[in-house]
Every structure is written in structure tokens, then in C-alpha cells.
């Protein structure tokens, strides 16, 4: 009599927390098992490590540690909900060969667009005339700013960083592209020098960590407006609002703060030429339901052994990775 041949468990699959619904539905149709978590604390997502073969880490925290990465074996795909990894161990996943994946473009138009209006705010006074006008005053003069024929610097290049450019061209702008990796880009220190404008749409990593720093700051204008649709950390906030005070610079725009939500003590909040947000530059509707089920398409596909045209923060992983148990996924 043959031999019964057992078909292998589904692959098990760690959510931080619920994806918007088309997401969830995908990921519920595949033939996979789905471990939710809820308002994971670190403890809880090292808890359900053990035995995952992917996990999707839905918000900025909490982080896969190196120590997870070790206590998960059978990992094999790490997926991030969103543009920014900066709460993954990326060396750790590297050396076990684990793809980390992102989701490329899909909020690439709201977070430029989201750019955009902060520069705006600052270059047009929008906050600052409406708290005026609320407070029964009606202040005229020439304190606004033209955007034409200024310079954008755009420091990191990438998806989010092009769309920028691109917005900023149709003002009229012209922009300089800051980021290593291409063959044409400006040297920061130069780029700082020359802009009107610095926006950051970089990634952060321990090389970007307080990038824009004292000495960076003065070496931009007066005149110059600051950007950050980034992360927090790129930016050294105590020198940053040193430079404000002093008048170095003319005003910062700032959807991320290294401490979220920030301490009330934060000289940032009381400086009248900064504009601040919650770190909502991709929270559109339209845009988190493109990320959510990009990230679910992303995972399903990356634990079939499938990664064309998908986004992946250490693609090297693939020259050397073991192409094991790369079934298909039933959908």
C-alpha cells in the first residue's frame, strides 16, 4: 500500500495588525494562516515569531529586532506597510538571505503632494495668516513667497523624492536631486547651499540618522524653508531648533518628529515659523487602501519565490538566497 502523502502546513504569516479590508480579504482567500496580533507590543511580536515564514509589520512599531529574526527559523519574507523600514533589523534579515520588501509607489503621490502643501504653508503663510485672522487681526504686506525660479533640493531620490520633483517643476521650480546612488546628483553640503527649499523624502538608516545636523544647517540660506516628509531622526531637532531661533534658517515643515507624539516641552511647538503635522503624509484613503494590498500582493508573492517588480530594500539577498519551499499559493 503506498505511502499517504501528507501535503506541508500552509505558510504562517505574522500581522501586526488588520490591513484595510481589500487587503485583509486577499490575504484571507490565499492559502496561508494568518497570525492577526493587535496593538502588538515587542513582547507580543517575539512571542509570535517563532514558527513564522513571513511577517508584515504594518506601522512604525514595534521593531523586528535581531533577536526575533534569530528565534524565527523558517522566516523567510519580512514586508513593511509602507515606504519606511527603519523598524526592521535590515542586517539581521540580510544575513539570513530574508528579502525585506516594501511598497514601492503606492503612496509615493500622497506623500509628495503632502511635500508640496507643507512647502506651501511655509512659502505662503497659510497657518500662520489663518491663526492671525482667527485672532482678529488682518495682517498685509509682502511676506509671502513666490515659488518660481526658486531651487528645490530633493534629498533622496527616490519614488517619493522624484514625484516631488515633479511637483515642484510645475511651480516652476527647478530641482537638484540629493542622493548617492544616481550619477547626477548634487553633493548635500552644495545642494544645501544653493536651495530655497530642502525637502527629505530619505529613508532612515544609521548613515541618515541626524544627516541634517549644525553644521548642514548653516550652511543653508536665511531664506530657506525646511521639509521633512522623511523620518524624525534625520534630522537633529536640537539643532534645528537652535537655527530657527537664531534666524539661520526661515522656517521648517515637519510631518515626523524623532519623538511622536512629542513632548510637550519641544521648542518646536512654540515657534511660530514652523508648521507641524502628525505624520499623516501618506494617511489618504486612496493611498492606504494601494499600500495595504500592495503589501499583502508583496508577502504572497515573495513566499512563492516571485519578486519581479517588487520593491526590496536588500535585493542582494536574492543572488544568494536558498529557493526553498517556494510553492505556489493557492488562491
Known amino acids: 500500500m503506498p505511502d499517504t502523502v501528507v501535503p506541508p502546513p500552509p505558510p504562517r504569516i505574522v500581522l501586526t495588525e488588520d490591513l484595510p479590508p481589500a487587503a485583509m480579504r486577499r490575504l484571507q482567500s490565499a492559502a496561508i494562516h494568518l497570525h492577526r496580533l493587535e496593538r502588538p507590543t515587542p513582547g507580543m511580536l517575539a512571542a509570535a515569531m517563532p514558527g513564522a515564514e513571513a511577517v508584515i509589520l504594518v506601522n512604525e512599531q514595534p521593531m523586528l529586532t535581531a533577536a526575533m529574526v534569530a528565534a524565527a527559523p523558517r522566516l523567510r519574507i519580512a514586508c513593511r506597510n509602507g515606504a519606511g523600514f527603519d523598524n526592521f533589523d535590515v542586517a539581521a534579515l540580510t544575513a539570513r538571505g530574508i528579502p525585506?520588501?516594501?511598497?514601492?509607489?503606492?503612496?509615493?503621490?500622497?506623500?509628495?503632494?503632502?511635500?508640496?502643501?507643507?512647502?506651501?504653508?511655509?512659502?505662503?503663510?497659510?497657518?500662520?495668516?489663518?491663526?492671525?485672522?482667527?485672532?482678529?487681526?488682518?495682517?498685509?504686506?509682502?511676506?509671502?513667497?513666490?515659488?518660481?525660479?526658486?531651487?528645490?533640493?530633493?534629498?533622496?531620490?527616490?519614488?517619493?523624492?522624484?514625484?516631488?520633483?515633479?511637483?515642484?517643476?510645475?511651480?516652476?521650480?527647478?530641482?537638484?536631486?540629493?542622493?548617492?546612488?544616481?550619477?547626477?546628483?548634487?553633493?548635500?553640503?552644495?545642494?544645501?547651499?544653493?536651495?530655497?527649499?530642502?525637502?527629505?523624502?530619505?529613508?532612515?538608516?544609521?548613515?541618515?540618522?541626524h544627516l541634517i545636523d549644525a553644521a548642514m544647517l548653516s550652511r543653508m540660506k536665511p531664506s530657506a524653508f525646511l521639509v521633512n516628509v522623511a523620518r524624525g531622526a534625520v534630522i537633529d531637532q536640537a539643532a534645528l531648533a537652535a537655527a530657527l531661533a537664531a534666524g539661520r534658517i526661515a522656517g521648517a515643515a515637519l510631518d515626523v518628529l524623532e519623538q511622536e507624539p512629542p513632548d510637550p516641552a519641544n521648542p518646536l511647538l512654540a515657534m511660530d515659523g514652523v508648521v507641524l503635522s502628525p505624520h499623516v503624509a501618506a494617511s489618504c484613503p486612496e493611498a492606504v487602501e494601494r499600500v495595504g494590498l500592495a503589501c499583502a500582493e508583496a508577502a504572497l508573492a515573495g513566499l512563492e519565490g516571485r519578486f519581479d517588480g517588487l520593491t526590496i530594500v536588500n535585493p542582494a539577498v536574492l543572488a544568494y538566497r536558498k529557493r526553498t519551499d517556494t510553492r505556489p499559493i493557492a488562491p
Open 100 to 209: 525585506l520588501l516594501t511598497t514601492g509607489p503606492a503612496n509615493a503621490d500622497a506623500v509628495a503632494e503632502h511635500a508640496i502643501h507643507l512647502l506651501l504653508s511655509l512659502a505662503k503663510r497659510g497657518p500662520a495668516y489663518d491663526r492671525a485672522v482667527k485672532a482678529g487681526r488682518w495682517p498685509r504686506g509682502n511676506r509671502s513667497v513666490e515659488l518660481r525660479d526658486k531651487v528645490a533640493a530633493v534629498v533622496g531620490w527616490g519614488r517619493i523624492g522624484r514625484r516631488i520633483g515633479q511637483l515642484a517643476q510645475a511651480f516652476g521650480m527647478r530641482v537638484v536631486a540629493v542622493d548617492p546612488g544616481i550619477a547626477d546628483g548634487v553633493p548635500l553640503a552644495d545642494a544645501l547651499a544653493e536651495a530655497d527649499a530642502v525637502i527629505l523624502a530619505l529613508p532612515l538608516t544609521p548613515a541618515t540618522r
